[in-house]
């Protein structure tokens, strides 16, 4: 079944560690994104890659990094730098950048211990 | 910038009752899409309809309809013959209108808070 597949579901982190959070399709899309979601709070953009080898920041990058090596995985990075990291994470694909139809993973909830 | 507001924190009704979850936004755009996704336990992001501003005519999808005001900048979501798996939190959003897959940074989904809908039995 295509899909957007990510793990870990649930995911535990220590203050000060990083920690890389996967995301991979089996679409064939090309623009791929990564969202942040907050109670109360709609979903905030933190970084979005439109083809391979490109990525772009969102409104709320600072204290994340990505990676788009290959077509079909786009991994997120919350690093130390993140001061409030406890969310939930959505990725989310896309035909194209601005396409109106995006595809999105059951998420992964992230808790700093 | 966009911005979409929805001002209905929490809603409930019973079962087979008609609800509509109320969404404003605010834009110089012109050329537009709006949206509501559901967001049911799973978590995962559904989307439910979707309706392009310079259509006058409302969307449906099957029990979903939409009012979409584009003077007043309002665009609610009515849901007919409300059924228990339509509880769920729904999101209204909008994105700008994209044309010729221009490789440009504005074409990004825009959220509203939120809506949580309970179906009641």
């Known amino acids: 079944d295509g899909g957007i597949t990510q793990s870990p579901k649930y995911l535990f982190r220590k203050e000060g560690q990083n920690v890389t959070l996967s995301c991979e399709q089996n679409?064939?899309?090309?623009?791929m994104y990564w969202y942040r979601q907050d109670p109360g709070q709609g979903l905030r953009l933190i970084y979005y890659?439109?083809?391979?080898?490109?990525?772009q920041k969102g409104d709320i990058a600072e204290g994340y990094s990505v990676s788009r090596e290959k077509k079909e995985s786009f991994p997120l990075t919350v690093t130390s730098a993140q001061k409030n990291p406890t969310a939930f994470y959505l990725c989310?694909?896309?035909?194209?950048?601005?396409?109106?139809?995006?595809?999105f993973g059951q998420g992964t909830r992230l808790t700093v211990v | 910038a966009q911005t979409v507001t929805q001002s209905q924190p929490e809603m409930s009704v019973q079962e087979a009752e008609t609800v509509t979850l109320s969404c404003t936004y605010d834009?110089?755009?012109?050329?537009?899409?709006l949206f509501w996704y559901k967001q049911p336990p799973s978590r995962q992001m559904i989307l439910v309809i979707r309706?392009?501003?310079?259509k006058q005519q409302n969307a449906t999808e099957n029990r979903f309809s939409v009012n979409f005001q584009k003077a007043a900048k309002s665009f609610s979501l009515k849901i007919s013959d409300s059924q228990l798996g339509d509880t769920a939190m729904y999101f209204c959003?909008?994105?700008?209108?994209?044309?010729?897959?221009?490789?440009?940074?504005?074409?990004?989904?825009?959220w509203g808070a939120g809506t949580k809908l309970i179906i009641k039995p």
């Open positions: 679409l064939n899309h090309d623009a």
């Open positions: 959003a909008f994105m700008k209108h994209s044309g010729l897959r221009r490789l440009d940074s504005n074409y990004q989904l825009i």
């Open positions: 834009t110089s755009e012109n050329n537009y899409y």
């Open positions: 890659s439109q083809i391979v080898n490109d990525f």
């Open positions: 309706q392009e501003a310079y």
């Open positions: 989310a694909s896309s035909v194209y950048h601005g396409n109106t139809e995006a595809f």
